[in-house]
């Protein structure tokens, strides 16, 4: 989603990285790079102005002009002002006071409300928590059927009364199954409405008196841009929200909503959904979006991915191959499964330092295809092939080549790598079995240490 914003910024400090000495003109030629930059992703004009002013007011004291390092002091205070723009606030929802904690889902209509009230159902199971999910929709009966289909696709309990009982009757008689049954949450998702609606403003202030919830979630269409942080700042001013969730951020959004967010609403952006499945939601972290945007990764969120799809008895079994120097194709396989259960690459590349400039030198490198292509050709293998690829000779590799619908180059390219990873893994298993026996098994491997920052 910031990935334009990314590349301009990233230029700027090359620019930047080039000069010996920095002065007060190299700093206003790149605080113009700055300004460009920012404004072409959206972000709210007056909060540019602010942000360059306080960059400006820091860059050009004495003793940032005068470091050793000039480049390096612009981007830690654009990464400091970075951080103070997108708010300090937890991310996910608050701590509950009482159970069963009620979160009210609101927002104009279309942006997606009962998708995240199940995309967010889905989080908290797997935080360990026990949600309830109800609709206050009555105006239209369609938007309960669907909280009804997605909830029972993601395995989510759904409170259903009568059809007939109204908005308040239907969110307290959920709290009233939560408490009996020992749900901990309970996610309201309210009917779509505008801010200049007083009737159903007012609506929906009784129902926020009638069940006071400790979160008030405001569901924002992040390609609507600065339309949907003016919508998110009026209902702040009636309701008094507590955070927002930016929706659809896997599209065209350029990232400008999320930036603009606490300068504009005074409310944290909480949550983010960025796809179309039910996981694709995400807590809004801001000190590893600001890192995401300065090309530093955000390894925290690539391992937190990979726990999500890889077990620890998986991961101690193929730590255990390596180290016997015992990967095959198959192992290989089935962790190029693990890596599109992740999500999609482009997404994942943003996640390693370096690697969305890596990319783009080399974008045939890192695309869903590749995946696709490495997966035919293993496919195409016999059981044999994969675990001794040694015996595969040339009419095997024109065979596999013309089962996998790919060339004989491909098939070459895709073995000249299996075997470079299996030297590379050999050395590393070698150097981690030689420390051990110098440090009288003090130390562990290098595998063993990388898995332990892993987890």
Wanted: net charge positive.
């Amino acid at each position: 989603m910031f990935a334009s914003l990314s590349e301009r910024l990233q230029g700027v400090f090359a620019a930047v990285r080039r000069e010996s000495k920095l002065t007060p003109e190299t700093v206003e030629s790149a605080l113009r790079g700055i300004r460009i930059a920012l404004l072409e992703a959206d972000v709210n004009f007056k909060v540019v102005g602010a942000f360059i002013d306080r960059v400006r007011d820091r860059a050009v004291d004495r003793s940032v002009l005068e470091s050793l390092t000039p480049a390096q002091q612009v981007v830690a205070i654009v990464r400091d002002e970075l951080r103070t723009l997108l708010g300090s606030g937890s991310p996910g929802l608050s701590k509950a006071q009482q159970l069963p904690q009620v979160v009210l889902l609101l927002g104009l209509q279309g942006a997606g409300k009962t998708t995240t009230t199940v995309k967010l159902a889905r989080w908290l199971r797997a935080q360990g928590r026990h949600p309830l999910v109800v609709s206050t929709d009555v105006r239209r009966p369609a938007a309960i059927e669907q909280l009804a289909a997605l909830s029972g696709d993601a395995g989510i309990r759904v409170h259903e009364p009568d059809p007939q009982v109204g908005a308040v009757d239907r969110a307290q008689g959920a709290i009233e199954m939560a408490s009996s049954l020992g749900f901990d949450v309970v996610l309201v998702d309210t009917a779509g409405r505008s801010h200049v609606n007083d009737e159903l403003m007012g609506e929906l202030e009784g129902l926020k008196a009638s069940i006071a919830p400790s979160d008030l979630l405001y569901v924002a269409d992040a390609m609507t841009g600065q339309d949907a942080i003016k919508s998110a700042g009026e209902f702040n001013r009636r309701l008094g929200i507590t955070g927002v969730v930016l929706t659809k951020m896997d599209g065209d959004a350029r990232g400008g909503a999320a930036l603009s967010v606490v300068s504009v609403v005074g409310a944290p952006v909480s949550f983010v959904g960025d796809g179309e499945r039910l996981e694709d939601l995400q807590p809004f972290h801001p000190d590893r979006i600001v890192s995401r945007i300065l090309g530093m990764g955000d390894v925290l969120s690539l391992v937190e991915k990979t726990e999500q799809v890889v077990s620890q008895e998986d991961a101690t079994r193929l730590k255990g191959k390596l180290q016997r120097n015992e990967f095959t194709l198959e192992d290989m396989r089935e962790q190029l499964g693990a890596v599109k259960r992740m999500g999609p690459l482009d997404r994942l590349v943003d996640l390693l330092p370096g690697m969305r400039q890596l990319a783009s030198h080399a974008p045939g490198e890192f695309d869903a295809g590749g995946l696709v292509r490495t997966t035919a050709i293993i496919d195409s293998m016999t059981v044999r092939e994969r675990r001794r690829c040694q015996v595969i000779d040339g009419s095997r590799r024109r065979r596999i080549a013309r089962g996998s619908g790919t060339t004989v180059q491909d098939v070459n390219r895709l073995l000249k790598q299996f075997m470079e990873m299996r030297r590379m893994l050999r050395a590393v298993g070698t150097t981690s079995k030689s420390r051990k026996k110098k440090k009288g098994g003090r130390r562990r491997g290098a595998l063993d240490s990388l898995w332990l920052q892993a987890r």
